[in-house]
């Protein structure tokens, strides 16, 4: 991705006069402060949005992988068949894949070539640099990376995988999680480990089907085993995979549950999903090692103003979710507020707006924990009316909560 447009909500310098084109570049590569000159703004005016950039119109993204090491942010996109993108275009056989800085600087971006069309992406640290999962029309590979985002190794094939999904464990090895395609009408959640920049190690049935799995999670636990959450026929699931393979028991939310977002932060971890029964919430709520929910639920947000896939992050005691906006798609989200939740008392009040720009919508939206004062969020940005679409990127202030949970304050 090219950055076409920036801007720096709160800097150490005033701000300079609107920038574009070469002087852009000029002043993003000094470091100073610009400000964004396109009509279609990438994020809100929130003063705590420290940084937020988006790609230029003839690179229109459509699925994302994004991670994030030691201050450096990788974004992985594809441009995959999806709502807003007709039925006859036949997507790419390319992923492009982009390391930022805190600033939202491109510190490097290289392309690569794909088995077939893409058709959905997910994107990790590993030692020693980062891991995509793509799948294509003709299957699925992991497709390794050094730090300097160059692709690196052999690739490892993952046959008919769909919608894989990511978890990197302690010793570096990694969780696939996907549905496995092929014949019958049947189509499993499977799980696979593969071993460091390696072969894989074993593949175990975790669920007997799913719906909409791409926007499903899975999260490392402390004692080496992995926690995978998916909507299932019942709704809402998650089951506990030891490093072994064993599968333990499936703790179901309950029927009409969609929307699985999982984060795990020590010694428990966190769920949250949305709720399509009667009245429409996203909910929230600690569960244990094994995946079973303790303590009280809490309401996150409810329709009109929001339900969908809302990614969550641990924050000390408590947790940050990134909460989508309503529309009445799947995926697709009218604008994205980080907040702030307090693990005894639920939603704190003084949530960020990270985008909130008329004619955007946001799908596919992702965070990740940049440092300890800062959280990076990104989005695929869909503009009303039109096919297009831009990749999304914002830097936000959201100081760990050491005790306990704080609401989001601007930083001084």
């Given amino acids: 991705m090219s950055l076409e447009t920036a801007c720096l909500a709160r800097a150490e310098a005033a701000m300079q006069p609107p920038y574009e084109g070469a002087r852009l570049d000029e002043q993003l590569v000094a470091g100073k402060p610009v400000v964004a000159v396109q009509k279609k703004r990438p994020c809100s005016r929130d003063r705590r949005v420290l940084a937020c950039a988006s790609g230029r119109d003839s690179e229109s993204p459509h699925l994302l992988g994004m991670a994030a090491h030691a201050g450096t942010i990788a974004v992985a996109e594809v441009d995959a068949g999806n709502a807003w993108l007709p039925a006859s275009a ?141 909507r299932t026929q019942d709704g809402v699931a998650v089951a506990r995979v030891e490093r072994s393979g064993a599968v333990g028991t499936r703790h179901g939310v309950k029927s009409a549950t969609e929307y699985a977002s999982l984060a795990w ?104 924990r940049l440092d300890e004062q800062r959280v990076a969020v990104g989005w695929i940005g869909v503009y009303s009316g039109t096919d297009a679409s831009q990749l999304g990127l914002a830097v936000v202030s959201a100081p760990i909560a050491r005790e306990r949970a704080l609401p989001l304050s601007i930083a001084e």
């Fill in 265 to 368: 932060c020590g010694a428990e971890g966190r769920l949250v999903w949305s709720d399509f029964g009667g009245h429409a919430h996203i909910r929230g709520a600690v569960i244990d090692r094994a995946g079973q929910r303790i303590g009280e639920e809490h309401v996150l947000g409810a329709i009109p103003d929001y339900f969908n896939w809302s990614p969550v992050l641990c924050d000390g005691t408590g947790s940050l979710a990134l909460l989508a906006g309503h529309t009445g798609g799947t995926g697709m989200s009218k604008s994205l507020d980080l907040t702030r939740i307090d693990r005894e008392h639920g939603p704190l009040p003084g949530a960020t707006a990270v985008l909130a720009a008329e004619g955007i919508t946001a799908y596919d939206p992702r965070m990740v």
């Fill in 90 to 230: 036949a997507a790419p056989d390319r992923m492009r894949v982009g390391l930022y800085d805190a600033r939202l600087r491109q510190i490097h971006q290289t392309e690569v070539g794909l088995s077939g069309a893409a058709m959905d992406v997910d994107l990790a640290f590993v030692p020693g640099g980062w891991v995509a999962a793509v799948q294509t029309a003709n299957g699925s590979e992991l497709i390794w990376f050094g730090e300097d985002g160059e692709e690196v190794g052999t690739r490892t094939p993952l046959g008919l995988a769909v919608n894989p999904g990511l978890a990197v464990g302690q010793g570096g090895e990694v969780l696939v999680a996907y549905v496995q395609g092929g014949p019958g009408e049947r189509w499993p959640v499977m799980a696979a480990l593969v071993e460091p920049r390696g072969q894989v190690r074993w593949t175990v049935e975790v669920f007997a089907g799913a719906i909409e799995a791409h926007f499903g999670s899975q999260v490392a636990a402390d004692d080496g085993a992995f926690l995978i959450g998916r």
